[in-house]
T-cell receptor, first 113, second 112 residues
């Protein structure tokens, strides 16, 4: 069974640009969540999608957005990039039930210069 | 916000020794999960323990859960150099959705 796939693995962007990250969940998983990991703040929840609907959102500015497609694949977008957006962005997928195991992808390392 | 606090923040041991990491959390939970992360890569799911379980084993891993103390521990027995990684505990927020709340993690170094 294929795991969670995130693309691209690495990305370098310039301040002010925007970026789109992609996440393909494990087959059959309909819940997809996104997290930001930085040395200073640790792992922080961005948002969760289930059946194409955002079900929960973390405490991030509106520059961070996401969506989920009918095949459960998800994308997150960050507009007007800032240096502080440099981080490892992780996607997790889980089965539809509540409080189930969450499986993570390898992450996308975003560097903003 | 971090729900969990992990202790110790860093641990260095020799191969063959056991490693114990502790995690505390604040709110009531349905389950608690442990993850491993190698050098800035993705999180690998290790084990999930439910609130009605006190102990769970998976290979060389042993996890305990004490809901009265809101704490959990992860024991790695007979450690190997390949166990060198950061270990995180995570629980779901009280909103009962897909929001996992992580501790700051324990960095484990196993010396050959």
């Amino acid at each position: 069974k294929a795991g969670v796939t995130q693309t691209p693995r690495y990305l370098i962007k310039t301040r002010g640009q925007q970026v789109t990250l992609s996440c393909s969940p494990i087959s059959g998983h309909r819940s997809v969540s996104w997290y930001q990991q930085t040395p200073g703040q640790g792992l922080q929840f961005l948002f969760e999608y289930f059946s194409e609907t955002q079900r929960n959102k973390g405490n991030f500015p509106g520059r961070f957005s996401g969506r989920q497609f009918s095949n459960s694949r998800s994308e997150m977008n960050v507009s007007t990039l800032e240096l502080g957006d440099s981080a490892l962005y992780l996607c997790a997928s889980s089965l539809p039930g509540r409080n189930t195991e969450a499986f993570f992808g390898q992450g996308t390392r975003l560097t903003v210069v | 916000s971090q729900q969990g606090e992990e202790d110790p923040q860093a641990l260095s041991i020799q191969e063959g020794e056991n490693a114990t990491m502790n995690c505390s959390y604040k709110t009531s939970i349905n389950n608690l999960q442990w993850y491993r992360q190698n050098s800035g890569r993705g999180l690998v799911h290790l084990i999930l323990i439910r609130s009605n379980e006190r102990e769970k084993h998976s290979g060389r891993l042993r996890v305990t859960l004490d809901t009265s103390k809101k704490s959990s521990s992860l024991l790695i027995t007979a450690s190997r150099a390949a166990d060198t990684a950061s270990y995180f505990c995570a629980t779901y927020g009280s909103s009962n959705t897909g929001k996992l709340i992580f501790g700051q993690g324990t960095t484990l170094q196993v010396k050959p």
